[in-house]
Structures are given as C-alpha cells and as structure tokens.
T-cell receptor
C-alpha cells in the first residue's frame, strides 16, 4: 500500500529553526508537495520538489532524497504565525496526490 | 479574485437526507477535486475531474457522486447521508496543463455533520 509518514506534533520556540520530516512509500513518484494549513482553514501551497536537493523559498526550505523516500521542510526564524499543520503529499504513478496526516507545529514564545 | 468558493460553510444534516456541496472556481482551471479531511488522517480524494465533461473516482468514492457540466463548477452530492460522512470537505482545482508541476489550490471547506 501507499504510505506517507510525518510526526503528529512538534513544538518549537519563536525565533528558532525546526525541521519537519516526511517519509514516503508510494507506487511511483512524480513530485512531492508541502502545504501549510492553519486551524479551520484550507491548505495552502508552500513548496514542490521533484529532483533531489534543497529548494529554498525565503524562511522556508524543502529537501528531497528520492533514493531514501525522504523529504523535510525547514522553517527558519520561526514566528508565532507559523503555528499550523504542515502537510506532505506525494504525486504517485497515476498522478494522484497521496497525503500524509500532517504535522501540527506549536510555536512557543 | 475569489479563487475557489464553497457553499455552504457548514451544515448539519439528518441521516438519510441528500445534500449537494457546491464548488466554483474562477481561475479557468481544467482539473478539480473533492477531498474529505478527518482528524488523524490525511486528505482523501473522493472524486476528481481532469476537464469539463469528465469525472473519475478517487480513493473513497462510495456514497458520493459528482458532475462537471462546465469548467467552473464541480458539485458533490451525497444521495443518502450516513454519520460516517461527517467530515470537512475541501474542493480544489489545478491548471491541469502539466502533469508534474501541477499545483492544487483549495477552497475554504465545508464542515458537514450527519446525525
């Protein structure tokens, strides 16, 4: 079966750095997405990786290793507004997105 | 621009009743999707449409039907609601022009409770 694993919850301090990991086992791979979802709101797109390596976008970076079935989202200079759930999704061989359950990130002052 | 709108925002429905969740996008996107999101689970695809006039089944299609009469609208119908269909429903759309980089954009969601 297809599986996306992320930690359920993480806690970090304002101003610090946090890394959210995602491991996947899917039938085929056609890209990996990270979305942010604030409580009670819709998911919003953060990043996309299809080749190995690091993609940097401001305070957020996303890394992919296809051989290891592994990605991480790195958030720097954490702000209180970064408190949200972060969803990892993989596009499979049928070009459908398979979603992880999400990681709830709690930021403390 | 509005992007994607969904209606209603929330609804309480008696078991056995039917209901249609509405979704409209103004981005002229080819592809549209319906997901349900339940606590502790990832988003699960119910139905999708790659272009107007076509639809396909996702991971959890039973008890739901869709239609795609035009580019903008993609309604989801529950013919006879059951309590297990209590969930938050998200509609999404994507340009659908490229397979790899195609990014989905989500509506605000409909919170449905079936009693």
């Amino acid at each position: 079966g297809q599986n996306i694993d992320q930690p359920t919850e993480m806690t970090a301090t304002e101003g610090a750095i946090v890394q959210i990991n995602c491991t996947y086992q899917t039938s085929g791979f056609n890209g990996l997405f990270w979305y942010q979802q604030h409580a009670g709101e819709a998911p919003t797109f953060l990043s996309y990786n299809v080749l190995d390596g690091l993609e940097e976008k401001g305070r957020f970076s996303s890394f992919l290793s296809r051989s290891k079935g592994y990605s991480y989202l790195l958030l720097k200079e954490l702000q209180m507004k970064d408190s949200a759930s972060y969803l990892c999704a993989v596009r499979d061989s049928n070009y459908q997105l398979i979603w992880g359950a999400g990681t709830k990130l709690i930021i403390k002052p | 621009t509005a992007g994607i709108t969904q209606a209603p925002t929330s609804q309480i429905l008696a078991a056995g009743r039917s209901m249609t969740l509405r979704c409209t996008q103004d981005m002229r996107h080819n592809a549209m999707y319906w997901y349900r999101q339940d606590l502790g689970l990832g988003l699960r695809l119910i139905h999708y449409s790659n272009t107007a006039g076509t639809t396909g089944k996702g991971e959890v299609p039973d008890g739901y039907s869709v239609s795609r009469a035009n580019t903008d609208d993609f309604p989801l119908t529950l013919a006879s609601a059951v309590p297990s269909q209590t969930s938050v429903y998200f509609c999404a759309s994507s340009a659908g022009l490229t397979l790899h980089t195609d990014t989905q954009y989500f509506g605000p969601g409909t919170r449905l409770t079936v009693l």
